[in-house]
């Protein structure tokens, strides 16, 4: 009898209007993490649909685009995260619904790009930012790190420079 799988770990990107940063957060992470992660995406205030402009970019750049929706950040039931990561100021001052699971919270705040003069070029810096900090986030040994250090490496992958 084979060994069971060891269950992916999930993450949820929080951002208010869970149209563009979240969504690409979720999308890179499924594309990027294979198997072993997954990624959701929720708002505090949901627009209701995706910016066409975070489509575009994940599609241009051979992200999957389809059934991501804009939602609200209790909508999830009893589905368990293991990490909760805020990419807006305003998501991460806000009070989170409780998730059951490890749901240790980080933040990765990066700017809107629904709002930016020049979108094609905050969307483009939005998605490296994004796919830098998922890369850096893939690496880390979540199981051989304590609840601290992960929330400190989480915030500190967070705080580059990209």
Known sequence: MSPKPNPPTRVLFLCTGNSCRSIIGEALLNHMGGDRWEGHSAGSKPTGKVHPGALEILASKGVKVDGYKSKKWDSFGEISFDLVITVCDNAAAETCP?????????????????????????????????????????????????????????????????
């Open 98 to 162: 409780y998730y059951v699971g490890r749901g240790l919270k980080g933040h990765w705040g990066l700017p809107d790009p629904a709002y930016a003069e020049k979108k094609e070029e905050a969307f483009q810096n939005t998605f490296a930012a994004l796919q830098k900090r998922i890369a850096d986030l893939l690496v880390l040994p979540l199981d051989k790190l304590t609840d601290k250090e992960v929330v400190k490496k989480v915030n500190d992958i967070g705080k580059q420079i990209d």
